[in-house]
């Protein structure tokens, strides 16, 4: 991790060993240290500053089960602070998956369609070790099992059921927002 609290860590690209390895859990005795402070910091950080919905700590080479995250307000939606959750655990409530668009920052430049369930129960910890318990639904959800996945050494690709819809982004926003709308992006 790197030692200037200000600047972005190192988003590690596929093809990095780390993001196919199954993360460790954090240790019980890193909750509410400055350490596990400092590694939710720098994800959120540097999520933000590549412009990115979701960051775990497999992308930034530590092999690590927590990832932050943070919806921007759209429309009447205000969105949600960044959070950062530690050693997740999902439920399914809704099996029957939707597809949506999703990109990956350790697989820059690509989007495509993946199946996910629109809805999911999450528990885990804040870095404080306080319990988070909540429901995600839609967008959120897709972000939190995108990032829980991470977690597994599981891709976006891995997910996707056909390659076809695979673009990259700048013909993904010409041509599939130009004909889709807003709603595609997420």
Sequence with gaps: MSSDATTPLEIVRLGHPVLRRVAEAVPEEWFGTGRLASLGEALVRTMLAEDGVGLAAPQVAEPLRLFAYWLPARGDDPGLEPTVVVNPE????????????????????????????????????AVSGEPLSFTADGFHARVIQHEYDHLDGVVFLDRMTSVRSLAFEPEWERYVLAEAGPEAEG
């Design 90 to 125: 999902l439920r399914f409530v809704d099996p029957e998956p939707e597809e949506g668009w999703e990109g990956c920052l350790s697989i820059p430049g690509l989007r495509g369609l993946v199946p996910r369930s629109p809805r999911i129960k999450v528990k885990g910890r």
